[in-house]
Nanobody
Framework: QVQLVESGGGLVRPGGSLKLSCTAS????????MNWYRQAPGKERDLVAL???????DYADSVKGRFTVSRDNAKNTMYLQMTSLKPEDTAVYYC???????????????WGQGTQVTVSS
């Protein structure tokens, strides 16, 4: 059974940094695009950053220049390095990935359980 698990969230002061990780586990044939989303209280879940298996990336305008997404394909892991954090970055951060399970050539989107990031003085 395929699972995504995030880690690395926490409380940080404005201007600080955090690094999130998302690891896919289980019987996996391949992983395509991996995404970071976030959801603040009372708001919709929004795409923050994505990274293709080739390494190509894209970012929401609100985080460009401050966040960097990367992945280690050998470890089935994606990272989100967040710098110059602002109170408005406070949200639950979720990873999402397009995965083909072992023995299945179809692709499915899986979600992690989320990790809380709070930016506050």
């Amino acid at each position: 059974q395929v699972q995504l698990v995030e880690s690395g969230g926490g409380l940080v002061r404005p201007g600080g940094s955090l690094k999130l990780s998302c690891t896919a586990s289980g019987s996996i044939r391949s992983i395509g695009v991996m995404n970071w989303y976030r959801q603040a209280p009372g708001k919709e879940r929004d795409l923050v950053a994505l990274i293709h298996s080739s390494g190509g990336t894209d970012y929401a305008d609100s985080v460009k220049g401050r966040f960097t997404v990367s992945r280690d394909n050998a470890k089935n892991t994606m990272y989100l390095q967040m710098t110059s954090l602002k109170p408005e970055d406070t949200a639950v951060y979720y990873c999402n990935a397009e995965i083909s399970p072992a023995g299945d050539y179809r692709q499915y989107y899986y979600w992690g359980q989320g990790t809380q990031v709070t930016v506050s003085s």
